[in-house]
């Protein structure tokens, strides 16, 4: 176990905006937004230096309970916005956010890339199984059998997706699990996938109390997973062909140098951009 | 709010307009305020009146403050007054929310629980006040809550006779047995019994008995049945407010007719598993709301360019980006007629209320398979998501067009270029009629090309077929003489027509020309329309005037123009327009 | 939870004062929670418990003067959501909780306290420690108790109390 800082300088709740969350009482996102702002406090993280991008949908409504510097993007496509801010910003700390719909459906794309990319910065999705803010409607999780939405009245009778095994054949850097019934626990991923290179992606299981009231039963069902991250992909691989979706802790650490082109001007004058143009 | 403009108040109407009813229920906190709203809507249905409710609430996805907001009435009514007879609150809680939307004035009735603290923005409007122990009625019965006690209490009000409340009631509390029903029922006749004891109660009665078949219908559900109605059989479905319902709706009633909704994980998915359901013969269809038509935008001209039918219902919502998603506004008139990168004409039509949701949604899949291009409907939040009892529409088939379809495989070229424009189209699976459909720009066998002449025929054929098609009568409403109208399209036809009418019982006569057909444009027609008109209002829901502006640009108008364009979120009130049209006349 | 052995004062009031501060933050959030849902009367009751913990913790402060507490990372805490545990998980809310739910919420906590205490109690070796985390789960003991009896003056909700006649809305 890494040593904390001391005494960090702000305390969690200094990382909060003051903003009522408009999330229903009983939402897991509460408790993954304590989870950040312990992190962030642990490792002493000043607010101005740090971004959270997120999309559409309840987890996306995360950067306005912040005092970070946030951006609620659109639809699918706070990956992307990350990725520029970061590489054209490497001095930032820069974390995205999301919910399942928002990540592995219309950002299903973008995930995919951006763990190849495999760009600095670490990427939460806060996984309910469900689209909460249009109404229940199934998500790339959501069981193939769950038939409580109106769209798919049978249930989607398709394999669900599976994050980890995306994240791991996609390239991400740091894959791990984490869950909101342990805001303490997830603080320490957090931490961890914070400070590791490259693309850090963590699995947040959080229950919508909502659209999934059966969720509840999830807290019973999470353990820790009994193994040590490792840095080979093919024992990742192997471990999640047994993953029922609730061990929790951190599956994979790589040392994939993070992609991070080099800023730097080597001309001294513009002027000198134009000799090929001179006759 | 100009007051004399009103033409409705509790001393009786002056100016001859028939008499309706607004009336707003709150409530916060799991009160069930909505679904009291819905089964006075209902009742009222089964009492053989008309009427219309929509909703308005905070952001909270439980628990927070809600409004349910009706309007009654002896004929049917798709518009707000804005101004309210009765105002009930089964709390007071975060209600000042409300005050844009609930106009009071000094001969409305407010109705409070017991105890309870009206905020002052809301008693400054005026109107009497009245406590009703709503919360200790609703104790006292077991299983009893306070919006059942409520919906009596206003039933009582508004003289709606109980047979039809509790006919309402037992049907929609069936599934939860008789208890259940009981206990509201006993919760209803308290409330009846409280609202009875009111001294000098104003006489609110709605004098209708309508005897045709009618429906309770939002206009999503409308524009899904028209759909289905058009020959829509293969969807694909993305979430997004308000457009949603048509999609939920679809899902069981597409499988009915043995038709399939898919949900796909993008609106970029969407439209173009669009295409190619089309193009394997089935007539597609999705619905959405701006942002997820500006996703769709390249993918519609694809179909445009491959003359691939497809229609997008585009249900606005408040714009621009992600805007204002639970109310109403007409603000993707633009996109929806300019999105399109390149010159690629395509149908635009606009459903003017929420039974027209139905024809216009019919008429825009007939009109894409018909022409073989895309065609976009603008419906928005207030028809969309506004329930109302509507005569039953009629049943509309076309009797020619639908999808020119050949077998013939000799000297079979699928972009023939031919009078029409429409060159008959193959469907995979006919021998001999194999081709590739291409965005590419192509000669008339398809095979792709960049030289001048497959462009220029391409593109006068691709234009041609829209602008030398009939659309018949129903490229516009039109109604009334004057050399005063009103141009106008969408929602913002309700409150229009409604303040034409209060004019006319003036005995001003003010013409009113609702574009139901946007795209492409009938220069000549709407000349004809506006023939002996010296002034002409254009009315729309959106802050940049595009109708307006769209007017302008396309049509030379005989006479003087000027713009009432007024964004989201509010709608447009009919003393809005009322007022408005008087200060033109006068000036 | 099983808990930690706890070999020094400093340390027991450090994990304890953690504990009291995160309580008062969550009854606060909770009470918030409640105004935004419209839910007066258990937001009257969150800010009344935030208060007495906030006492409570005063209290503690007062112990810990002069002392350097450690700090103690908060990935060290076993708290987690599986049991009702000395801080209130977040999933306990409900927007249409009643004040019984309310003190119902507050006695599990006071009684997983109570617990906790006893355990560290009996598995510290320094006497000073052992005084401590006695006194600290009298005190919880008693609150429970004092709990108790408020909750005996409200009603026990009947069956269908979180029943919400009107559907979720939808937002976006």
């Known amino acids: 176990m890494e040593t904390a800082n001391p005494c960090p300088s702000l305390k969690p709740n200094e990382y909060k905006s003051g903003t009522k969350p408009v999330w229903c009482p009983g939402c897991g996102d509460y408790s993954v937004l304590l989870a950040i702002t312990k992190a962030m406090s642990e490792m002493n993280l000043e607010p101005e230096n740090v971004a959270l991008v997120s999309g559409i949908g309840c987890s996306s409504r995360l950067p306005a309970y912040l005092n970070v510097y946030g951006f609620h993007a659109v639809h699918g496509r706070a990956l992307p916005v990350a990725t520029g801010l970061k590489v054209s910003r490497p001095d930032l700390t820069v974390l995205a956010a999301g919910g399942d719909g928002d990540g592995f459906s219309i950002g299903g794309n973008h995930f995919m890339h951006a763990c190849r990319r495999n760009v600095d910065m670490t990427y939460i999705v806060m996984d309910n199984q469900v689209y909460g803010m249009t109404k229940g409607q199934a998500s790339p999780t959501t069981d193939p059998d769950w038939d409580k939405s109106k769209l798919t009245p049978g249930g989607t009778k398709i394999n669900p997706y599976y994050p980890l095994v995306i994240a791991l054949a996609s390239g991400a850097n740091f894959i791990a699990r984490a869950s909101s019934t342990d805001p303490n626990g997830a603080a320490k991923v957090l931490v961890d996938a914070i400070r590791h290179p490259g693309f850090s992606f963590v699995h947040m299981l959080s229950p919508c109390v909502t659209f999934r009231p059966e969720q509840k039963d999830w807290k019973k069902m999470v353990r820790s997973a009994p193994v040590e991250p490792t840095k080979d992909p093919a024992i990742a691989a192997k471990r999640l062909m047994t993953d029922d979706n609730f061990f929790l802790g951190t599956l994979y650490k790589g040392d994939r140098p993070a992609y991070q082109p080099e800023l730097k001007t080597t001309v001294e004058h513009l002027s000198e951009l134009e000799q090929g143009f001179v006759l | ?587 | 939870m099983t808990a930690p052995r706890i070999s020094s004062k400093v340390e027991l009031l450090a994990r304890t004062l953690t504990m009291l501060s995160e309580t008062v933050e969550r009854y606060d959030l909770f009470a918030d929670q409640m105004d935004v849902v419209n839910n007066p009367e258990a937001a009257e009751l969150f800010r009344w418990l935030e208060n007495k913990q906030s006492d409570r913790t005063r209290v503690v402060q007062k112990l810990s003067e002069g002392l350097t507490l450690p700090h103690i990372p908060p990935w060290d805490y076993n708290w987690d959501d599986a049991i009702n545990t000395e801080v209130p998980g977040h999933s306990s809310a409900h927007y249409m909780m009643t004040p019984y739910h309310t003190l119902t919420l507050a006695m599990d906590v006071e009684q997983s306290a109570a617990d906790l205490f006893q355990q560290i109690e009996q598995g510290a070796t320094a006497p000073e420690v052992q005084k401590l985390a006695h006194s600290f789960a009298r005190e919880a003991s008693d609150f429970r108790d004092y709990l108790k009896q408020k909750r005996a003056e409200h009603p026990v909700p009947e069956a269908g109390w979180d029943e919400d006649e009107d559907p979720p809305l939808l937002l976006e």
């Open chain 2, 1 to 587: 709010m100009n007051n004399s403009a009103s033409t409705e108040n509790a001393k009786g109407s002056s100016t001859g307009a028939p008499r309706s009813l607004s009336i707003a229920m709150l409530g916060s906190g799991g009160s069930g305020v909505m679904t009291a709203g819905q089964l006075l809507l209902d009742a009222a249905g089964q009492a053989g009146w008309y009427g219309m409710m929509t909703r308005s609430s905070g952001p909270q996805i439980r628990g927070g403050e809600a409004a349910a907001l009706l309007r009654l009435s002896p004929q049917p009514v798709e518009t707000h007054k804005g101004r309210f007879d009765i105002l009930l609150a089964i709390d007071w809680l975060n209600a000042d929310r409300f005050v844009g939307e609930i106009i009071l004035d000094s001969d409305s009735i407010v109705i409070g629980d017991v105890g309870g603290q009206v905020p002052e923005a809301i008693s400054d409007m005026g109107g009497r006040y009245v406590e009703l122990p709503l919360g200790e009625l609703a104790k006292g019965i077991k299983g009893g809550r306070p919006n059942m006690v409520a919906l009596g209490a206003l039933a009582q009000l508004i003289n709606l006779p109980v047979d039809a409340l509790e006919k309402v009631l037992t049907r929609s509390l069936s599934k939860k047995g008789e208890a259940a029903i009981e206990a509201s029922m006993t919760g209803v006749r308290a409330g009846i019994e409280q609202a009875s004891a009111i001294p000098d109660i104003p006489e609110f009665r709605i004098e209708a008995n309508s005897q045709v078949e009618r429906w309770s219908i939002t206009g999503n559900e409308a524009a899904g049945l028209g759909a289905i109605r058009g020959g829509v059989r293969f969807v694909a479905a993305y979430p997004i407010t308000p457009g949603t319902e048509i999609l939920e709706w679809l899902a069981p009633n597409l499988k009915k007719v043995g038709g399939v909704l898919v949900q796909a994980e993008d609106e970029l998915a969407s439209i173009n598993q669009l295409i190619g359901g089309s193009f394997g013969g089935t007539p597609s269809l999705t619905a959405t709301s701006g942002p997820g038509l500006a996703l769709m935008i390249e993918s519609i001209g694809l179909a445009v360019a491959s003359e691939t039918p497809v229609v997008v219902v585009d249900v606005m919502r408040g714009g621009p980006s992600t805007g204002i998603p639970t109310k109403s506004e007409q603000s993707d008139l633009n996109i929806a007629l300019y999105g399109l990168h390149g010159d690629a004409p395509h149908i635009v039509v606009a459903p003017m209320s929420i039974g027209d949701c139905l024809f216009t949604t019919q008429w825009a899949t007939h009109l894409a398979e018909t022409l073989q291009t895309a065609s976009i409907v603008l419906s928005d939040q207030s028809l969309g998501q506004t329930r109302a009892l509507i005569d039953r529409p009629a049943d509309i088939a076309f009797v020619s067009g639908g999808r020119k379809i050949t077998s013939k495989a000799e000297d079979f070229r699928r972009y023939v270029v031919n009078e029409s424009g429409v060159s008959p189209m193959s469907i995979p699976g006919t021998p001999g009629c194999q081709y590739t459909a291409d965005g590419l720009e192509h000669s008339p066998t398809g095979t792709p090309s960049s030289r001048a002449e497959d462009h220029i025929q391409q593109l006068n054929k691709r234009k041609r077929k829209l602008d030398q098609f009939d659309y018949g009568d129903h490229w516009a409403k039109i109604e009334g003489e004057g050399e005063m109208a009103v141009l106008t399209w969408g929602s913002s036809t309700g409150p229009v027509s409604e303040a034409i009418d209060m004019l006319a019982a003036e005995g001003h006569k003010v013409r009113l020309i609702s574009m139901r057909l946007l795209s492409p444009t009938q220069p000549e027609r709407l000349a004809a329309a506006l023939a002996g008109v010296q002034r002409t209002l254009v009315v729309e829901q959106c802050h940049g005037a595009q109708f307006y502006h769209y007017l302008r640009a396309h049509y030379d108008l005989p006479c003087k123009l000027r713009s009432m364009a007024v964004p989201g979120p509010l709608m447009i009130r009919p003393d809005d327009v009322y007022s408005e049209l008087k200060a033109w006349e006068n000036s």
